[in-house]
């Protein structure tokens, strides 16, 4: 007999990630394992150079699929377009989540009351005094404005494709466009958008390795003060720009 259909698909968009992938993938499967129904797990290589897909089929992704553009949006946007599952979560490639918080996303979207959610998100391991000020600040923000971090992003399908699923008009914070819409949607159909505060998505914090202090708060003032920068890839650099390794 074939395999059954999946209720709910894992969505990891990666753009050379293989080094943070065989933790992630290990993560993921854990927690679907606990779930008591039938889902997959599909990777998106989003034109990586490092061997993604690669990896991301030996660490047990059930398929990997190719999009040649470098945009998240456009990433994630494929995987929902590969599956037929009825609720998409999507996990960052550098994010680690629980079978607890993954059970707590599918029963909001099993309850029919919730059109989609994300959880509160915290660093893993040790992080400068601006990574704690950086994450507090955005946890009062998605609860306050029940807005979702693209860490840990979970929707209906129907809701999903309905708003037109992520803009690919933005290189950065797509996710709180959709998080928008979709709280609009569920507003005219009586359901909720829901922040998960416990448990919480566990992220890297590269970034604060990569980018000096002055460099990130110097991002984040120019998107303050001109938000229209998310429509250009080059001005979204921060974002799209690896370090090169070391030789």
Request: aromatic share 10%; glycine share 8%; net charge positive.
């Amino acid at each position: 007999m074939p395999p059954p259909r999946p209720s709910y698909t894992v969505i990891i968009p990666a753009y050379n990630e293989a080094e943070e992938l065989p933790a992630t993938m290990e993560a993921v499967q854990r927690a679907m394992a606990a779930q008591n129904l039938p889902g997959e797990c599909v990777v998106v290589d989003n034109n990586s150079t490092d061997g993604t897909a690669e990896v991301a089929k030996a660490a047990g992704a059930d398929r990997v699929i190719h999009e040649p553009v470098n945009q998240i949006a456009r990433a994630r946007n494929a995987g929902a377009a590969a599956t037929g599952a009825e609720f998409l979560v999507f996990v960052d490639a550098d994010t680690r989540i629980s079978a607890a918080l993954l059970t707590r996303a599918l029963q909001c979207l099993r309850s029919g009351h919730c059109a989609g959610g994300g959880a509160v998100v915290r660093f893993e391991g040790e992080t400068s005094a601006l990574g704690r000020f950086a994450i507090a600040i955005w946890e009062r923000i998605s609860r306050l404005t029940r807005t979702a971090a693209g860490s840990f992003f979970f929707c209906r399908r129907e809701a999903f494709e309905s708003v037109g699923g992520f803009d690919l008009r933005l290189y950065a914070m797509e996710e709180v466009w959709l998080s928008r819409r979709l709280r609009k949607w569920g507003r005219a159909r009586g359901q909720t958008f829901e922040i998960i505060t416990d448990p919480p998505a566990y992220t890297s914090a590269r970034k604060l390795k990569w980018h000096s202090t002055l460099r990130i708060l110097g991002w984040m003032i120019f998107m303050m003060l001109m938000p229209i920068a998310v429509r250009s890839r080059r001005l979204c650099g921060f974002w799209y720009k690896r370090p090169k390794p070391p030789e």
